[in-house]
């Protein structure tokens, strides 16, 4: 911007001196018609400066997302599409946990973090939520209006308060076409926790509706969505089903050895049982689950492992885990009662407001047969332990009714089987009895556990089933879905 002011400040000096010289040649222009034109030229002047576009413009795209990059995947997937097509991207978002190892070392990547703005912290609640609006868009302004000019901005909708009006101005600005992709609506998260009714909420509907329609294009994460979107809001937007991309997949043996290992280290629930005994200790190392013969090292399961639960979240309202918790007495409850089920280590991946409230529910627990473990996983670590996984269980329930969990989408990648809560558009992902279970409560997913495990670890059961219908029907992967749903919005002239 400083560069701009000195650009544009000797024009305006000569333009200015000009119009002083005429007026004091005694000729009618007045001051005020002086100032007028004055404001007039710099403005224009400083909206062709922004408008400017070089030979490079055309491929270059910004990926917006108003939150942290590293948790935001569809937009990193984004980003590593855009640059496999040699786009140059400039991905713009919090850097508060390390995005993917592909992202960091694309060279055709660029990432500018901003910081989350937190507000003025005196007075009533409205005078911080302002001053966090008013400060964020002033960061976005400044930041979208000094990088190079790029021919889109495609942007994550939600969080789109303050974003969508900042990424619409600045598009408008500098002749750029303007992208949302919805996962959700803002709204209908934040009356989770305020209500439908409360003015703010009403007041981030009503923003959404204006501004949503004032995108080129438009993309989405489901059919009902889309339908929605263009009975609602009047908005045409293509679905773009999240597809797992090619790094989710079944992990080989050795590399779940490996991984069990590497989080023993940090977690004692992977460690081996301290009481069992075995011969030539010195040549064997052994995880929970898991145990390498070093002489020639081969890698084989424990015939008598646990099976190995998981779940990710970001512990936000829309996903309730004291069902699965309830669920997980339950299941302790049938081995103690003398059902014939293996041990479990349930897995909760993610960070979120509510994690701090939930591990105390965890801590007050008191399982023999079922152990609950909440790690922070490395990006590549969480494909991964995917892959090694015996069951996934899903608990978020769309705020909207419209969005689809896109850790299912990565469970069904890794070929790992499903037990997910019902709503309304469930059914264009998770296809009951065929890939996986739905459930309503904790009663139901209990049962569908015990259900699922009696078989453990044999796979010629239900759960067997699963996987191996999951193999038959893969559809596509990220890349193919995006190169045909995406890339003709980018290129179209």
């Known amino acids: 911007m400083a560069a701009l002011v000195l650009a544009v400040f000797p024009v305006v000096l000569t333009f200015l001196t000009f119009l002083t010289f005429l007026h004091a040649a005694g000729s009618d222009v007045t001051w005020p018609a002086v100032t ?70 694309e060279e055709k990547i660029t990432i500018v973090p901003i910081t989350e703005v937190r507000g003025v912290r005196v007075g009533p609640k409205i005078v911080t939520y302002v001053s966090k609006v008013i400060a964020q868009s002033l960061q976005l302004l400044h930041v979208l209006l000094t990088m190079e000019s790029q021919s889109h901005i495609l942007m994550q909708n939600p969080p789109g308060l303050p974003s969508i009006s900042v990424a619409w101005l ?60 263009q ?7 293509t ?53 390498c013969d070093l002489t020639d090292d081969t890698v084989t399961l424990r015939a008598k492992r646990p099976a190995l639960l998981l779940s990710s979240t970001s512990w936000t309202e829309d996903e309730d885990f004291s069902i699965l918790l309830k669920a997980l007495e339950e299941y302790e409850g049938f081995i103690k009662g003398g059902a014939s089920l293996p041990s479990l280590l349930c897995v909760i991946t993610g960070k979120g407001p509510q994690k701090e409230h939930y591990r105390k529910l965890i801590d007050s627990l008191r399982f023999e047969h079922v152990k609950i473990c909440t790690p922070w996983l490395e990006a590549e670590d969480y494909p991964v332990l ?34 997910a809560i019902h709503f309304n558009c469930l059914h264009e992902l998770v296809k009951h009895e065929e890939n996986g279970l739905i459930f309503r409560d904790s009663q139901e997913l209990a049962e569908q556990l015990q259900s699922l495990l009696s078989e453990f670890p044999a796979s010629d059961g239900r759960l067997g089933q699963f996987r191996r219908n999951l193999r038959t029907s893969r559809g596509q992967r990220w890349d193919d879905n995006w190169d045909q749903n995406v890339l003709p919005l980018i290129t179209a002239p």
């Not at 926790?193 to 009503?206: C, F, I, N, Q, Y």
């Not at 080129?216 to 969505?225: E, K, Q």
């Not at 899903?394 to 499903?418: E, I, T, Y």
């Open 36 to 105: 007028l034109a004055v404001i007039t030229g710099l403005l224009t002047l400083c909206l062709w400066r922004v408008r400017q576009r070089d030979a490079g413009t055309d491929r270059r795209v910004c990926v917006l997302v108003l939150g942290d990059i590293g948790r935001s995947p569809r937009m990193q997937y984004h980003a590593l599409s855009l640059s496999r097509h040699r786009y140059d991207v400039t991905f713009v978002g919090f850097l508060d946990s390390k995005p993917h190892q592909d992202v960091l070392t």
């Open 170 to 229: 600045v598009s408008v600005l500098r002749g750029s076409r303007f992208v949302i992709d919805w996962h959700n609506y803002g709204y209908t998260i934040m009356a989770l926790s305020l209500g439908l009714r409360h003015p703010v909420v009403r007041l981030a509907k009503w923003y959404e509706h204006f501004f949503g329609p004032l995108a080129a294009h438009n993309l989405c994460v489901t059919n009902a969505m889309k339908d929605d979107l």
């Open 231 to 237: 009975k609602n809001w009047g908005v045409k937007a």
């Open 239 to 291: 679905t773009l089903y999240d597809r797992p991309p090619s790094i989710f997949r079944e992990t080989p043996l050795k590399l779940q050895h490996e991984l069990f290992m590497k989080l023993a280290k940090a977690y004692p629930h992977f460690q081996s049982d301290e009481s069992e005994v075995e011969e030539n200790v010195e040549k064997v190392e052994g995880t929970v689950f898991s145990r």
């Open 386 to 419: 995917l892959g090694s996984a015996d069951l996934g269980v899903c608990l978020h329930k769309s705020s909207s009714g419209l969005d689809l969990p896109m850790k299912v989408v990565d469970m069904f990648g890794c070929c790992l089987p499903v037990c």
